[in-house]
């Protein structure tokens, strides 16, 4: 075992909004500081709930209206206020042209949320990594070309930070050399860390791999994007920026 690495595979994993729905009034953030977030019954620091939010929650929030540096967050028959500080907070921008009942995904590297939708109705949102720095992650709206189990990714020839990793589960590739896929060798999400890709944890690659087209027939290992299924939808913004169409669509 001396000479055996045994990779601290994260065990974070995203809000599925399947089985709690998002308020329709409601946005989204995420606690960023690494000592958590503290509730107060008002918004101030004179009623201290004795609750604190850890790093990484996914929270909906709500305005406050008298004060901007606070956030309202619903807590069952009460509301509690967050610093707005203690959150990183998510931007909405007007979706795709995308069918009602048609996935597509959201990826801000502003707030290192990824999110699935269908139509307007948001799915599951967790915690990415994109590019660190030396390094990008194009913004552009793409599609799902392929989907593979399993897929070997490596550095380009040459590369300074070179690197090989084989059989990297879940994997779906948007765009030459660009995927979404899991990542067991970090615990970073939330934070930028990939070579250019949008990592995930394999928990979280998993449950977006299910839920995006191609969609895989049993048994099988490897799809690509064809006439009748030509891919999920993936557009990578950063705030309110968003680049230009780059899909790749099926050759028939």
Known sequence: MSDVYVYPVSRYSGRDFRIFPK????ELGWVNDP???EVYWSADQTEPSGLTLERRRILEVHAVEEDANWVKIPMGEVDGFVERSKLRLWESVEAP???DD???IDADIASQMFSVFEGDTLLFTTLMSTAKKGHVTPLGTYQIYDKAIGWDLGSREGAEDAYYMEDVPFVMHYYPRYAIHSAFWHDNFGEPASHGCINLTPKDAWTVYQLVSPRMPEGWQYIKQHKADEGTIVRIRNGQKVGPSKKIKPKY
């Open 102 to 104: 048609q996935v597509w």
């Open 97 to 99: 042209t995308v069918g």
């Open 35 to 37: 000592h958590g977030a």
């Open 23 to 26: 308020q329709e009034d409601s």
